[in-house]
């Protein structure tokens, strides 16, 4: 087994990092190895949204960069394209191994399937019957040519059946963003992030003072002036009452400009946050981040992996977009979709923050133990290697 495994935006990195230490780990106590190779495609670049999760993740550096960089959607799927079949060409892969549901996902798994070469996909299966988005697209096409589908939760297992994969293909595994996250949660608490803004005393406390964390970067929600606008609003009113931490995506940055929304923010700049309002802050690696949303009272977000570690941290997510690809997070966890409209967000948000909070029963999603990567490895290395 020739493996080439695919990572191209920021939420690739996660998910790779445990596939790639499971690689390891087999090839070191096993006598037949399973040849790797990482190709990262440039889809994110910048420091902030690619080189920082190496360094924190301690992911190897790829073997070959396709630095395709920024575009449209058609021009960044065909660069990537174009590139990722000559390094198939030249490096005779067996298999591509490609996770989530990002451009760079369906556009190396096209290449492999036309090239013969088996295609493993990683958290297939999720959908949110919402074809406007353009990473169902990516889900649909990525499955419907894949080989090997490891699923992160039972509704991936329905939506495959129904759409008439073989059940043979379909491996409920876990979640291997969650093995990061496990993995990674004790390191976090070395996070300086919070000292540095006065949210904690010191990196020993257990102790944070009540903040909630956002995090927008969906097209449907910043790319309109009128969505935007409205999300803010009803960000801005819950941060009279605790303050709101906001990294901020590159796009969404680019977005706030362009619409001259800059007042609905305090600039905490080097300081400490003192006072009610919304603080935007730049990208932030992953141990930062994880301390950020393990201490948030309340986190708000339109991601979809936030969704699923805010389920496992405990702590309550209010998500918002119309619909989720995740259904788990919010049958067994702690999240709730608020839509995009200004009350319901915030009635949402005041649900979980004052009274009694949120009355559920909660439990982790099955097999989402940390354990999901060996799963992956040996179920491929049992039949392929
Ligand atoms: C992509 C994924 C999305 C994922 C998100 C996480 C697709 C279709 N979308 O969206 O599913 O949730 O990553 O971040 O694959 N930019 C930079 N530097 C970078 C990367 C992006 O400046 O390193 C800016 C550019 O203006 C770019 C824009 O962000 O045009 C959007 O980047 P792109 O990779 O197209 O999509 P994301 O919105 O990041």
């Known amino acids: 087994m020739k493996l080439i495994n695919v990572v191209g935006a920021r939420p690739n990195f996660m998910k790779i990092a445990p596939i790639i230490a499971a690689l390891t780990r087999y090839n070191n106590s096993s006598n037949k190895k399973i040849e790797h190779l990482l190709v990262h495609t440039g889809q994110h670049y910048d420091e902030a949204m690619s080189k920082l999760f190496f360094d924190d993740l301690g992911i190897p550096k790829p073997e070959i960069d396709l630095e395709v960089g920024s575009a449209t959607h058609a021009v960044q799927t065909a660069e990537i394209m174009r590139k990722f079949e000559e390094v198939c060409l030249e490096n005779k892969p067996t298999h591509v191994l490609v996770v989530g549901d990002v451009n760079s996902t369906i556009a190396c798994a096209l290449v492999a399937t036309k090239l013969g070469i088996k295609v493993i996909h990683v958290e297939a299966g999720l959908r949110s019957f919402d074809r406007t988005m353009p990473e169902e697209i990516n889900r649909i096409l990525t499955d419907s040519i894949s080989d090997y589908l490891f699923i992160t939760e039972k509704s991936g297992e329905d939506n495959l059946i129904n759409e008439g994969v073989s059940k043979d293909k379909i491996f409920i595994v876990?979640?291997?963003?969650?093995?990061?996250?496990?993995?990674?949660?004790?390191?976090?608490?070395?996070?300086?992030?919070?000292?540095?803004?006065g949210l904690k005393s010191n990196t020993n406390s257990n102790e944070a003072k009540g903040y909630c964390t956002l995090t927008l970067h969906r097209p449907s929600n910043v790319d309109d002036r009128e969505t935007f606008t409205g999300i803010m609003d009803a960000v801005h009113n819950i941060s009279q009452s605790l303050p709101v931490i906001f990294p901020v995506h590159l796009r969404t940055r680019k977005k706030i400009a362009e619409f001259r929304m800059e007042n609905y923010f305090n600039n905490a700049g080097n300081g400490k946050i003192t006072k009610p309002g919304i603080y935007c802050i730049d990208p932030i690696g992953y141990l930062d981040f994880l301390s950020l949303t393990s201490n948030s009272k309340l986190v708000l977000t339109d991601s979809g992996g936030i969704q699923e570690e805010t389920t496992v941290l405990g702590v309550p997510c209010v998500t918002i977009r119309e619909n989720t690809e995740r259904p788990v997070t919010v049958t067994d966890?702690?999240?709730?979709?608020?839509?995009?409209?200004?009350?319901?967000?915030i009635e949402s948000s005041r649900t979980f923050l004052e009274g009694g909070g949120d009355k559920r029963d909660k439990k982790?999603?099955?097999?989402?133990?940390?354990?999901?990567?060996?799963?992956?490895?040996?179920?491929?290395?049992?039949?392929?290697?």
């Open 364 to 385: 982790i999603p099955p097999l989402w133990d940390g354990n999901a990567a060996g799963r992956i490895i040996k179920i491929l290395a049992d039949k392929e290697a």
């Open 333 to 345: 966890g702690t999240n709730v979709i608020a839509g995009t409209k200004k009350e319901n967000i």
């Open 174 to 197: 876990g979640n291997v963003m969650i093995d990061t996250m496990l993995k990674h949660r004790e390191k976090a608490k070395s996070s300086k992030l919070l000292v540095k803004f």
